[in-house]
T-cell receptor, first 116, second 116 residues
Framework: EAGVAQSPRYKIIEKRQSVAFWCNPI?????LYWYQQILGQGPKLLIQ????????DSQLPKDRFSAERLKGVDSTLKIQPAKLEDSAVYLC??????????????FGPGTRLTVL | AQTVTQSQPEMSVQEAETVTLSCTYD???????LFWYKQPPSRQMILVIR??????QNATENRFSVNFQKAAKSFSLKISDSQLGDTAMYFC?????????????FGKGTRLHILP
């Protein structure tokens, strides 16, 4: 079974530039998560999709971050414009059904973003 | 507020020794699930072990076991016969059941070094 795919693996941009990350979840997984992991910290949930609908985006900085999952499969996360404090690893995860009470979240390898 | 605290930022043990990673959490909910995730240097996060809060019996997965003390809100991970491949960041996390969706909250992690 193929895992969660993410691209690019690394990205370096200057502040005020825009950047987009892509995630392809495991086939058949209805729920998709984007996390931000700042160095030395645990992952912080940015947004959670159930199919193509948003379940939770309470910690997404909506003035600069946006995410979509138009067809309920793959997803993109965009930052526009980027700030220095956005430097982090962005992790995508998926699970079979909404909530992980009985379903494990599977994580992708992440995208390491450096904002200069 | 729901919080997860991992009080050991970094630990080192000799190969084949047993090591215990501590985790405490705070929630007023009664229905929740606890997890330990492992993040090796390659960054792919994988689930190590999970515990349902309503179960009194401690979960065990091969060399990994937990000591779940619900009243004390403590959830420690014990790794027996540690191996070099156990070197990684370990994150304690829990999910509070909120109805139709669940939100996972991670601790800041413990960096574990297994020394040859």
């Amino acid at each position: 079974e193929a895992g969660v795919a993410q691209s690019p693996r690394y990205k370096i941009i200057e502040k005020r530039q825009s950047v987009a990350f892509w995630c392809n979840p495991i086939s058949g997984h209805a729920t998709l998560y984007w996390y931000q992991q700042i160095l030395g910290q645990g992952p912080k949930l940015l947004i959670q999709f159930q199919n193509n609908g948003v379940v939770d985006d309470s910690q997404l900085p909506k003035d600069r971050f946006s995410a979509e999952r138009l067809k309920g499969v793959d997803s993109t996360l965009k930052i526009q414009p980027a700030k220095l404090e956005d430097s982090a690893v962005y992790l995508c995860a998926s699970s079979y059904y909404g909530g992980t009470r009985n379903n494990e979240q599977f994580f992708g390898p992440g995208t390491r973003l450096t904002v200069l | 507020a729901q919080t997860v605290t991992q009080s050991q930022p970094e630990m080192s043990v000799q190969e084949a020794e047993t090591v215990t990673l501590s985790c405490t959490y705070d929630t007023s909910e009664n229905n929740y699930y606890l997890f330990w995730y492992k993040q090796p240097p390659s960054r792919q996060m994988i689930l190590v072990i999970r515990q349902e809060a309503y179960k009194q019996q401690n979960a065990t997965e091969n060399r990994f076991s937990v000591n779940f003390q619900k009243a004390a809100k403590s959830f420690s991970l014990k790794i027996s016969d540690s191996q070099l491949g156990d070197t990684a960041m370990y994150f304690c996390a829990f999910i509070v059941h909120r109805g139709s969706d669940d939100k996972i909250i991670f601790g800041k992690g413990t960096r574990l070094h297994i020394l040859p």
